[in-house]
């Protein structure tokens, strides 16, 4: 299985801060990497496909770029709705992994 | 627009079968080219991909529970299935049935099962 790491596991920040996530994956996936949000007790929401693709409707402060083994997703301007927890996913190798996730909380 | 919704018993006794299903809505599993699979999620930690079924029935499975998956479509009900067998304390989670080849882009609103006596 390609193995999902993710850093850091949890970061503290600020509405208006920029926020980066790295993602980086145990052998080459290509581009072949999804991020996603998960707010408690709800099911998660894709963000952008295919590493730097942004999903139908999901605002422009978000942005992921990458190749090969490493991956970074960022967040331009934090905002209050954007606190959540955040996955990376490979699909270049069956079975899919996803990463263990980032928790973005308030400073 | 297509949404997913799980379905099934909440509590399973161990050594039981887990049995889950997905409705789905506003498109159909049977036509098209649509990939469908189970994810689950114990509480507090990550997501693991289960397995998937294709609108033919053809199944790809997570090598960590191929022995004890099963999924599967009912066409006429337009859903899809999963039987997870042999179930212990380390399958209780909350299952997600999703849409998508390599994103999952529609995922249904989770269902928690626990497993317990």
């Known amino acids: 299985d390609i193995q999902m790491t993710q850093s850091p596991s949890s970061l503290s920040a600020s509405v208006g801060d920029r926020v980066t996530i790295t993602c980086q994956a145990s052998?080459?996936?290509?581009?072949?990497l999804n991020w996603y949000q998960q707010k408690p007790g709800k099911a998660p929401k894709l963000l952008i496909y295919?590493?730097?693709n942004l999903e139908t409707g999901v605002p422009s402060r978000f942005s992921g770029r990458g190749s090969g083994t490493d991956f970074t997703f960022s967040i331009s301007s934090l905002q209050p709705e954007d606190f959540a927890t955040y996955y990376c996913?490979?699909?270049?190798?069956?079975?899919?992994?996803f990463g263990p996730g980032t928790k973005v909380d308030f400073k | 627009q297509v949404q997913l919704h799980e379905s099934g018993p909440g509590l399973v006794k161990p050594s039981q079968t887990l049995s889950l299903t997905c409705t789905v809505s506003?498109?159909?599993?049977?036509?098209?080219?649509?990939?469908w699979s189970w994810i689950r999620q114990p509480a507090g930690e990550g997501l693991e991909w289960i397995g998937r079924?294709?609108?033919?029935?053809?199944?790809n499975y997570n090598p960590s529970l191929r022995s004890r998956v099963t999924i599967s479509l009912d066409t006429s009900k337009n859903q899809f299935s999963l039987k997870l067998s042999s179930v212990t304390a380390a399958d209780t989670a909350v299952y997600y049935c999703?849409?998508?080849?390599?994103?999952?882009?529609?995922w249904g609103q989770g269902t928690m099962v626990t497993v317990s006596s």
């Open positions: 999703a849409h998508g080849w390599g994103a999952f882009d529609i």
């Open positions: 079924i294709y609108t033919t029935g053809s199944t």
């Open positions: 996913q490979q699909y270049d190798n069956l079975p899919f992994t």
């Open positions: 506003g498109a159909s599993i049977s036509s098209g080219s649509y990939y």
């Open positions: 052998q080459d996936i290509n581009n072949h």
């Open positions: 295919d590493a730097y």
